[in-house]
């Protein structure tokens, strides 16, 4: 059966997020196949398995729009995206689906990806923020991490990265 952009989507976010995290945990998973739903994928280290749960977030509904009508090649996509405030919302809307997620049951061992595709925000911006995502109490994963692609500046060659809040 082939994968739907959804899961290719999901995929693309943990692969990347697990070449950073065999890099930084000296570990080998590799991608080994979809999961159940939750949790999104199952990557193998050997006979480890790690359940990870994939999510996407974004700057607003009009950044949601703009990069998954583009992903569709749907010739009615936008063409431009630009927000207000779009720092804060995004921190804002990544603490909001970080609750929203922690509110289901998880497989034991279960990660939290959240991915993010970041157009205005580099890396260092993003890390100065990370102080503002409150977790709540009960957390039904071993691990919540987020990051994914920030654009190169002045200061910052861009690129894939991640943060572990939990």
């Not at 949790?39 to 790690?50: C, F, N, Q, S, V």
């Not at 994914?148 to 572990?164: A, E, I, N, R, V």
Request: proline letters at 5%; aromatic letters at 12%.
């Amino acid at each position: 059966m082939e994968m739907t952009l959804k899961q290719k989507v999901e995929e693309g976010v943990g692969d990347h997020f697990i070449q950073w995290y065999n890099k930084k945990m000296g570990r080998r998973f590799e991608f080994d196949r979809l999961g159940a739903d939750p949790p999104d994928l199952l990557y193998r280290d050997g006979e480890e398995i790690l359940p990870v749960e994939i999510t996407t977030e974004y700057y607003d509904d009009k950044d949601a729009r703009f990069q998954w009508t583009n992903m569709r090649n749907n010739r009615d996509a936008p063409k431009e995206w630009w927000g207000i405030d779009c720092d804060r919302t995004l921190m804002k809307n990544i603490k909001n689906r970080i609750n929203q997620k922690c509110n289901g049951t998880q497989d034991p061992g279960t990660i939290l990806v959240v991915g993010i595709t970041s157009f205005a925000t580099t890396d260092k911006e993003f890390h100065s923020m990370l102080n503002t995502i409150c977790l709540p109490a009960d957390i039904p994963f071993s691990g919540i991490y987020v990051g994914g692609k920030f654009p190169s500046s002045l200061d910052t060659k861009g690129g894939y990265f991640y943060w572990q809040l939990r």
